[in-house]
């Protein structure tokens, strides 16, 4: 197990390093220069040279790289162009709400797929399972930025159970938070959901199939530990795999979610700082989401040893 | 004789028009190995899974004992089940790839409440492995660490677990390379006899029927159209299908130096002919066949076939 996961920690590495490089570079090789947007359209360019000296934007490519990327092993992502202050002291402040909307939204995906993929398996071709694939076909259709929109006005404009925008931390209060995030992580989950019903139905209805679960009803053991401990156990693998994929995606789409909802999170900084051309932010923030990812898939490697114990032997 | 320990009275299965087994009766002498003999498509198969009550028969009567089986509902069957086990033909497929050797068989156990605690399991559990010829290391190993052989004696160990009175082989051996077949048929038959077992023994292949069971039935089209005592059927065969089925299995002596040949394949069971159900291939049909089916009679020696030539 130990060797497993240290393998599998090794291999978060390169998940990391490769994003980090290809920031670095379409950052600077797009149009825009920082200095120019800093010093705005008075700017001399003797003022524009000496900032950019100042900003270590002068120098040769590869030292620009190095120079970041030392700084990122003594955890020093530099200075925001933009707010003039170390970008390790905005990164957390904006960091917070995005993993925990990706993570409420994971486990609300999780939690909709395996009920309902399982729900439809057991009922396989009959109106309830016609019903829920009908809705998976929906719900994948669906773009979350308008399945968000739908959201507010549904529960938010005209039952007024949440509110429409705006984010409480946790800090002050589970509840108030709870009502602040359900809906932005409803939306971004739903489509992940969907996806997970449909895998976790087929993935369900091949298991039931498995010569083992004939014998297991055989020997006489309770049909929920039939189903339970050796159906969705082994069933549910694929999703596993599937959740890995819809972090990722997520982490994308939280951008949008972010916005619509006015949650003051990594997404909606990083597009502001790209516009800014705040290079610091926006590389930190690349960072920030490829370390969550990879963390994230880091946790799910290790669910698969606990549903299949014969990884962990390998 | 004592009562059979299973007995099966006009029992039926059909899946849509698919009749897939017709009024099958059978009669398990206790501690004895009985074979059912068919080609695939006879029914067989789903003999097996119905008196087990793993599918639902479509009518008649199953006894178990001096119990009606049919009547038992959820818990009680489940319950029941402690008493009767199933060894299935494929031994990568019947086990959980996911679960340890020893998970496998300190499992069934655990659900039936056999032993106390987990220790007393695991002990039982390792001299179940010593009964079917596997090394104590074998419980923390996974099945796809065995080979074909291996995991139908994990298998059998799991079957024993329960101390089963009946337990049903569905086809045990016929997934397993032949070198290996003779050690699981001497297992099962080891077993069999050192647990006063009653074993439905189910084959396609005369030979190792031959080599196992006392008494056999032969299946044809959901069927049955032969029984009695092993010898007598297979030193005397008295329906047609039997004779062809013995004369064209390899290694069977040949009679006037060519064998009986079985026409064609099996009929579909959506389609099952008129009147005696093997007409269709049968070398001595003639016109009654056509319209009656044959019923089962005595020809001595408590072997009973179902064939009107029988009758001249």
Known sequence: ?314 | MTAPLLETRALCKTFGKVQAVRSVDLALPRGRTFGLVGESGSGKSTVARLVLRLIEATSGDIRFGDEDLRRLGGEALRRRRRRMQMIFQDPYGSLNGRMTVGETLVEPQLVHDIGTGGRARRDRARSLLREVGLPDSAMDRFPHEFSGGQRQRIAIARALATDPELIVADEPVSALDVSVQAQILNLLGDMQREHQTTMLFISHDLRVVRYVCDEIAVMYLGEIVERGPRDRVYDRPAHPYTQALLTSAPGSPRKDGKRAKLAGEIPSADAIPTGCAFRSRCPHAFDRCKIEAPRMQDVGGGQTAACHLLDR
């Open chain 1, 1 to 314: 197990m130990l060797r497993y996961l240290g393998k599998r920690f090794l291999l978060i590495l390169p998940t990391i390093f490769v994003p980090l490089i290809m920031v670095f570079l379409l950052l600077r090789l797009s149009p825009g220069d920082p200095a120019g947007m800093m010093l705005g359209d008075q700017a001399t360019a003797d003022q524009i040279a000496a900032l950019r000296e100042q900003l270590g934007l002068d120098r040769p490519l590869h030292v620009q790289f190095l120079i970041w990327l030392k700084g990122i092993v003594t955890l020093d992502l530099g200075q925001s162009i933009f707010f003039r202050e170390p970008v390790m002291e905005i990164i957390p402040r904006y960091a917070g709400v995005t993993i925990l909307l990706t993570l409420v939204a994971l486990t609300l995906a999780v939690l909709i797929g395996v009920a309902m993929g399982v729900i439809s398996a057991l009922n396989r071709n009959n109106p309830i399972d016609r019903g829920v694939v009908t809705t998976a076909v929906l719900g994948i259709s669906v773009p979350e930025f308008w399945f968000a929109l739908l959201l507010i006005f549904l529960f938010s404009v005209t039952l007024r159970w949440f509110p429409v925008s705006g984010y409480t931390p946790p800090s002050a209060g589970l509840i108030a938070w709870g009502t602040t995030i359900f809906l932005p992580a409803l939306a971004l989950g739903v489509r992940q959901s969907a996806l997970m019903t449909r895998m976790m139905r087929s993935s369900m209805l091949d298991v039931l199939d498995e010569p083992y679960i004939t014998t297991a009803r055989a020997q006489g053991l309770p049909e929920r530990t039939v189903l339970g401990r050796y159906a969705m156990r082994t069933a549910s693998i694929p999703v596993v795999t599937v959740a890995g994929l819809s972090a990722g995606y997520m982490l994308g789409g939280v951008v949008a979610i972010e916005i619509i909802f006015s949650l003051p999170g990594l997404g909606r900084l990083l597009v502001e700082a790209v516009a800014r051309r705040d290079y610091p932010v926006v590389e930190g923030g690349v960072l920030t989401i490829a370390l969550v990812l990879a963390v994230l898939n880091l946790l799910i490697d290790v669910l698969y040893a606990i549903l299949d114990p014969r990884i962990r032997y390998k």
